[in-house]
């Protein structure tokens, strides 16, 4: 997938300079003529300018770093810091849905349950993966493979990444807001250790479906809200193209959810974003992931229940004037 096809306006002067090493990279391999020194000089620049353009970005600018199509997705954190992966399909009462993928997998070694939605990097695999918007089958699916986990005793690791619940009409004649309200009902009482990750776009009851969790984490560009920032501004402003004010009002960017207790850690992406490399982002999540379940594999059962209680219950506390 050429960078360029999928780049953000913001990001333009970093295309342009590793253009001009790219070429002067050429002139080198092909005239032999020694311009390392220029080259040096530009990809330092290059450094430099990917930290204060990435270091300052609005929330806005997060949100569209969010949804980056080339943004490592949850297959590709299963094939990178995961082994052994064992993908289980089906609800087992009405269909498969591909837009929610999830199995058994190894983690360090040890064995666990990675569920995570999962969207198409092209036409096609979007259409299959329904943009990473999940009917009710994905969630009772995930439900199912969520209590297959506890039953054993093994923690359970969900990946967020999604615009939201599919809210076609399929989807909520086959209850898709009982799916969700059942999903949050389970994982508030699993008896097992579970660990949520928004790796990208965390969108309202679908992603909240997947994040009742004793730990949640978030990947430093991920956002997570009750709305996106287009259909806020369509309501309150009535008008979509707000959604930079939207953005502001929302305070849906990692720093301010950790702020606000609702997430616990903020994980590091690479210099720039996850895209501009997955490998060192997945090795920094594989790393955070070890650390939790190392944790929480400590604590007893109903210890873990308690404890995910009174972490939700007291969030959103407010005083009366």
Known sequence: MPPSLYTLEFEKPLLELERQIEDLSRVHSDNRVDVSGEVAGLEAKLEQLRAEIYGGLSPIQRVQVARHPRRPYTLDYLSSIFTDFIELHGDRLFMDDPAIVGGWARLDGDTVMVIGH????????????????????????????????????VPVITL???????????????????????????MSALPTPAIAVVIGEGGSGGALALGVADRVLMLENSVYSVISPEGC????????????????????????????????EIIPEALGAAHLDPDATGEALRAALIRHVGELRKVKPDRLVRRRAEKYGAMGVYEEA
């Open 118 to 153: 999962q969207k198409g990097r092209d036409t096609k695999d979007n259409l299959k993966r329904n943009f990473g918007m999940p009917h009710p089958e994905g969630y009772r699916k995930a439900l199912r493979l969520m209590q297959l986990a506890a039953k054993f005793g």
């Open 160 to 186: 967020i990444d999604t615009p939201g619940a599919y809210p076609g009409l399929g989807a909520e004649e086959r209850g898709q807001s009982e799916a969700l309200a059942r999903n949050i009902l389970a």
């Open 233 to 264: 501004a369509a309501i309150l402003w009535k008008d979509a193209s707000q959604r930079a004010r939207a953005a502001e009002a929302l305070k849906l960017t990692a720093p301010d959810l950790l702020e606000f207790k609702v997430v616990d």
